[in-house]
């Protein structure tokens, strides 16, 4: 048995939209190319997380065509040809697929750490710990390993892994069978799922041989899975771009916890330890701002006057003035502004796709 | 008895600074310079109005020396000289007593209405002929005029005049001997007010002959009478500047109402018919922009979603979003953005005042 570590991979998943971050997202500077916790951009800091489990030039990035050349901008550490680009996006199960394709055309020994793009993950050790440790176990017992968060609160906007018997490692991580998987569940749920003490949350990160997840193509998309084999066959040849962009015109638009981990019956879970965030909205991203007496998280120039409960980022040159006002999200970048009630923060994609609908506001979703 | 024209003058007293609208206003562009309520500056609109009641010709300006070039930028239509300027703000009775003296040292028999900048007065005809009216009364009475409008509503913002009884009068305006002054009232006070049909709100708008204010400056302000005797004296001397200089280091800083027409005997009320509205805040601009069926004043391009009752202003490229808030102000420039509750909006000082006291942010005031 090897560490892990000679034969493993990091593809870090970088194909959102990230419409929650308007007025700061847009088309064209996604989630992932903002830098909304840390002043790098989140690709940046997760790209240099997973420096701490495999060197550099084992770390891909698997994004669309229109995003590669920001995403290599942002990356001068990473091989510029580890960027791969899908022809668009088509959710998680064909990216994981075409990655899996292309790395086993070259050596289907790989294990691969697949990693989405735009988490928050401040304990580095402990994560890239856990991450190597779930690759021991992904080649051992040749399972799909997916990587769960011991919760610290129950919450509703995330999907939760129940496990079942604990499997026996020698290592810092614990790991268990999975027993099935829990979509977002209402606040009652949550909390009886967090008292069991064997429930999960579902960090959307997975660890496996890649010609194991290959296999398991086979068996739950066996349409898809020819083409898959077709692209792992024109692996450096002329041929790859043709056949990459055949497999997307077939490919269903499906997540891999729906295609393949919630069906396949050699999944397990890493009890993962450190402290993690989706930073799925700007209400999200206040708990890693600095924080007032009053509750305010605030980023950039601003003055608050007999406010609470504010979460005011200012992107710009400038400054933000507030006066008396409570519970809201205030976000100005150079050309536009958005204040939204802070319990609405989902809402904000509503506003984008109304922006979009008139001729007038579109550019400012582009 | 002449019709009041051939004597009369217009002077627009535009000293203020307007703190109440930041961002827009800072001390280099003050209020009266903003276009707050049409896409003109507030003193142009002005301007424009008293052409219905004299020839441009016999409009002065009296501002501070700060603002004189720009206030002359803003009139292309006024006699560049016609823009006078106070060495610095001391309150509306030196201001007044100033230009009293200025006038009076070219004709002493000049009819002169006072004028604040930064008011709106909708129905130009009613206005001009109210003020050609009280120019008319000002000299067969040898009386101080205030310009009282009757009240739509019991505002406790403003101050109120009580009439006593009615002139005999041959034109369209009514006019009273005054009774007395009442300060802001408390709204129940303002209230009753009303009900007496008696009360008119004090729009800070005075017709009088220059020597009858003269006149009341000598009895009521004794001390500081001479040094306005001095410019009077000094007009179209090489002694003029020096005069004025010496008038403003010995001026008390006090308001014409307080220093003289609540003293005064021979004071007299128009009772104003016309719409007008001191546009103190951004809570009183909301009655002139256009509102949608949510109670929404809004300005520039905004995008409302769920959000109610709300003043926007965008005086910026770009775009401003909302998403279900209610009862805010928010006004947007190039440098600078204000949140403010609907009920602080006379708050936004307290704002500048905090603003002012860090270098950081101090230059946002400027």
């Not at 668009?88 to 990655?99: D, K, M, Q």
């Not at 735009?118 to 399972?143: F, G, K, N, S």
């Not at 965030?277 to 305010?296: F, K, L």
Request: aromatic share 8%.
């Amino acid at each position: 048995m090897t560490s892990g570590g000679d034969t493993l991979s990091v593809c870090i998943m970088a194909g959102g939209v990230g419409e929650r971050f308007w007025p700061l997202s847009r088309a064209s500077k996604p989630k992932q190319l903002l830098s909304i916790v840390s002043d790098k951009p989140m690709i940046t800091d997760t790209a240099d997380r997973n420096q701490a489990v495999v060197p550099a030039e084992r770390i891909y990035v698997i994004t669309t065509q229109d995003q590669a050349s920001d995403i290599r901008a942002a990356l001068p550490f990473v091989p510029p040809q580890n960027v791969l680009a899908e022809p668009y996006g088509r959710n998680t199960a064909p990216c994981i697929g075409l990655v899996c394709a292309l790395l086993a055309g070259r050596d289907p020994e790989t294990v691969l750490a697949v990693i989405p793009a735009d988490h928050c993950i401040p304990d580095i050790e402990t994560y890239a710990a856990t991450i190597r440790d779930a690759a021991r176990i992904a080649e051992r017992e040749q399972a799909l390993v997916t990587i769960g968060i011991t919760p610290r609160f129950p919450e509703t906007g995330y999907g939760y892994i129940v496990a079942k018997e604990a499997l026996p490692f020698d290592g810092e991580t614990e790991f268990s069978r999975v027993a099935r998987f829990v979509e977002k569940p209402p606040r009652e749920k949550a909390e009886q799922l967090i008292e069991t003490g064997n429930a999960f949350w579902n960090a959307g990160m997975f660890v496996f041989r890649v010609q194991d997840m290959l296999e398991a193509f086979q068996r739950f998309l066996p349409d898809f899975y020819p083409r898959l084999t077709a692209i792992r066959e024109a692996v450096d040849t002329p041929g790859l771009a043709e056949a990459v962009e055949q497999a997307y015109a077939a490919a269903p638009a499906i997540s891999i916890d729906y295609a393949i981990m919630e069906k396949a019956d050699n999944v397990i879970v890493a009890h993962g330890t450190f402290t993690w965030d989706d930073v799925g909205s700007w209400t999200a991203v206040s708990a890693h701002w600095p924080t007032d007496e009053q509750h305010n998280a605030t980023r950039g120039s601003t003055l608050l006057l007999d406010s609470d409960n504010c979460i005011v980022g200012n992107y710009n040159e400038g400054i933000i003035g507030l006066v008396g006002v409570r519970d809201l999200i205030v976000v100005r970048t150079g050309d536009a502004l958005l204040i939204c009630d802070r319990a609405r923060a989902q809402d904000v994609k509503k506003l984008v796709a109304a922006l979009r609908e008139k001729p007038s506001t579109e550019p400012f979703t582009t």
